[in-house]
C-alpha cells in the first residue's frame, strides 16, 4: 500500500514511518519548510515539502495514495502560540480532511489525543465514552485537539471513512523535540529535578503508538476513536523507574502545587514579557499537573490487538536515545 504521512519529523510520526516501512508499505510524508528532518534522514521515503494551509495542493499530493495518517500537530503549551496552534491544529486538519474526500482516500486515520477526551474525575479511569467540553480543557493546545477531533468526527458521519486514534503519553526514541514528558526524562539523567510534583500519568512505548496506528488502519471502526495507551503511573513511580535503570537516585521531596503555579505565574508572565527572557516552565503545564491523567485503553488492547509492552523497557531506551544522540550535553 502507498500511505501518506502527516508529521513524520516529530516523535510518534518518527516511529510511525519506520513501522510502516517495515511493514513493507510506500510512504509519502510531507514536511513543512524548514523543518528538523533528523526523523527521517536516510530512510526510503518520499518526502513532499508543503504545509496544512493549501487545500488543493493537498488534494494534489495525496492523490494516489490508498491511506492518510494525519499525526502533524502544533504541541505548545505557550500563551503567545495561540494563533498557530488553532491555525495547524484546527484548520489544518480541516483542510486536509477536505482534501483526503476529494482524492478519494479509502481511510483517514487522525491522531488525536488524550487531550481531546479531557481529564478523568479523581479516582477513575477515562475511555472512549468520557466526554468533555473545550471550555473545560485546559490550555489552547488541548482545547485545539478537542475542535481538530470534532472536525474528524463530522467528517466520518459527511462519508470520510476517519478512524480516530487518542495516544496517552507515549516514551521511547525518536523524541527529538523532546516532549514535556521526554524532558523529564532528560532533566532527570542532567541532574536537574531535585523534587516533584504529585500527579499521574498513563504511558506507552511509542513503538506501541505506532503498532496502534497500523493496526486502526487495518481494524479499527469508521467513526470510532481508541486510546493508545497503557499503564497509568504516578510520577513518583515514573522517576523511581528511571532511579533503577540509571542507578541515579529518585527525587525524595514532593514540593506543593501553589509553589511551580508561583514560578511559572512569574516566568510567563513577568520575566517573559516584561523582560523579554525565555521562560522554563508555562502556567498550563503546572496547572495540568494538578490532576491525574489516567486512562483505560482496553477497548484498543481487545478491538485493535494493541500492544501493552513494558513500561521500563521503553522508559530504558528513551534514556539511551538521549544519552546516544548528544542531549545530555546541552
Same mark, same amino acid.
Given at each position: 500500500?502507498?500511505?501518506?504521512?502527516?508529521?513524520?519529523?516529530?516523535?510518534?510520526?518518527?516511529?510511525?514511518? #519506520?513501522?510502516?516501512?517495515?511493514?513493507?508499505?510506500?510512504?509519502?510524508?510531507?514536511?513543512?519548510?524548514?523543518?528538523?528532518?533528523?526523523?527521517?534522514?536516510?530512510?526510503?521515503?518520499?518526502?513532499?515539502?508543503?504545509?496544512?494551509?493549501?487545500?488543493?495542493?493537498?488534494? @494534489?499530493?495525496?492523490?494516489?495514495?490508498?491511506?492518510?495518517?494525519?499525526?502533524?500537530?502544533?504541541?505548545?503549551?505557550?500563551?503567545?502560540?495561540?494563533?498557530?496552534?488553532?491555525?495547524?491544529?484546527?484548520?489544518?486538519?480541516?483542510?486536509?480532511?477536505?482534501?483526503?474526500?476529494?482524492? #478519494?482516500?479509502?481511510?483517514?486515520?487522525?491522531?488525536?489525543?488524550?487531550?481531546?477526551?479531557?481529564?478523568?474525575?479523581?479516582?477513575?479511569?477515562?475511555? @472512549?465514552?468520557?466526554?468533555?467540553?473545550? @471550555?473545560?480543557?485546559?490550555?489552547?493546545?488541548?482545547?485545539?485537539?478537542?475542535?481538530?477531533?470534532?472536525?474528524?468526527?463530522?467528517?466520518?458521519?459527511?462519508?470520510?471513512?476517519?478512524?480516530?486514534?487518542?495516544?496517552?503519553?507515549?516514551?521511547?526514541?525518536?523524541?527529538?523535540?523532546?516532549?514535556?514528558?521526554?524532558?523529564?526524562?532528560?532533566?532527570?539523567?542532567?541532574?536537574?529535578?531535585?523534587?516533584?510534583?504529585?500527579?499521574?500519568?498513563?504511558?506507552?512505548?511509542?513503538?506501541?503508538?505506532? #503498532?496502534?496506528?497500523?493496526?486502526?488502519?487495518?481494524?479499527?471502526?469508521?467513526?470510532?476513536?481508541?486510546?493508545?495507551?497503557?499503564?497509568?503511573?504516578?510520577?513518583?513511580?515514573?522517576?523511581?523507574?528511571?532511579?533503577?535503570?540509571?542507578?541515579?537516585?529518585?527525587?525524595?521531596?514532593?514540593?506543593?502545587?501553589?509553589?511551580?503555579?508561583?514560578?511559572?505565574?512569574?516566568?510567563?508572565?513577568?520575566?517573559?514579557?516584561?523582560?523579554?527572557?525565555?521562560?522554563?516552565?508555562?502556567?498550563?503545564?503546572?496547572?495540568?499537573?494538578?490532576?491525574?491523567?489516567?486512562?483505560?485503553?482496553?477497548?484498543?488492547?481487545?478491538?485493535?490487538?494493541?500492544?501493552?509492552?513494558?513500561?521500563?523497557?521503553?522508559? @530504558?531506551?528513551?534514556?539511551?536515545?538521549?544519552?546516544?544522540?548528544?542531549?545530555?550535553?546541552?
Amino acid at each position: 500500500m502507498k500511505v501518506f504521512l502527516t508529521g513524520a519529523t516529530g516523535f510518534i510520526g518518527g516511529n510511525l514511518v #519506520r513501522t510502516l516501512l517495515n511493514d513493507g508499505h510506500e510512504v509519502r510524508a510531507m514536511i513543512r519548510p524548514g523543518s528538523d528532518q533528523r526523523n527521517v534522514a536516510g530512510l526510503p521515503l518520499e518526502l513532499v515539502t508543503s504545509d496544512l494551509d493549501d487545500q488543493r495542493q493537498l488534494t @494534489e499530493i495525496i492523490m494516489g495514495c490508498n491511506a492518510v495518517f494525519h499525526v502533524a500537530a502544533h504541541y505548545s503549551l505557550w500563551r503567545k502560540d495561540r494563533d498557530a496552534i488553532y491555525r495547524a491544529n484546527v484548520t489544518g486538519t480541516k483542510n486536509l480532511l477536505t482534501a483526503a474526500k476529494a482524492a #478519494r482516500i479509502r481511510r483517514f486515520i487522525h491522531t488525536s489525543s488524550v487531550a481531546a477526551i479531557g481529564v478523568p474525575a479523581p479516582g477513575t479511569l477515562a475511555n @472512549e465514552q468520557t466526554q468533555t467540553t473545550v @471550555e473545560a480543557l485546559v490550555s489552547d493546545y488541548k482545547k485545539s485537539k478537542f475542535l481538530a477531533e470534532q472536525a474528524a468526527l463530522a467528517a466520518a458521519s459527511n462519508g470520510l471513512d476517519v478512524v480516530i486514534v487518542n495516544p496517552s503519553t507515549p516514551i521511547g526514541a525518536y523524541d527529538v523535540k523532546p516532549t514535556p514528558t521526554g524532558e523529564i526524562i532528560l532533566r532527570f539523567l542532567q541532574d536537574r529535578m531535585p523534587a516533584y510534583v504529585h500527579t499521574g500519568l498513563n504511558l506507552i512505548d511509542v513503538e506501541d503508538v505506532a #503498532r496502534g496506528h497500523v493496526l486502526a488502519w487495518q481494524k479499527g471502526k469508521t467513526g470510532e476513536r481508541y486510546i493508545l495507551g497503557n499503564r497509568n503511573l504516578t510520577l513518583k513511580q515514573m522517576l523511581d523507574i528511571l532511579a533503577a535503570i540509571t542507578g541515579k537516585p529518585a527525587p525524595r521531596f514532593a514540593v506543593p502545587h501553589f509553589l511551580p503555579l508561583a514560578a511559572a505565574f512569574v516566568d510567563e508572565r513577568i520575566l517573559a514579557r516584561w523582560f523579554g527572557k525565555t521562560p522554563q516552565v508555562s502556567l498550563y503545564s503546572v496547572q495540568m499537573s494538578q490532576k491525574a491523567m489516567y486512562y483505560d485503553s482496553s477497548k484498543a488492547v481487545r478491538e485493535l490487538g494493541l500492544p501493552q509492552s513494558p513500561i521500563e523497557a521503553a522508559i @530504558e531506551k528513551a534514556a539511551l536515545w538521549f544519552r546516544a544522540n548528544g542531549y545530555l550535553a546541552t
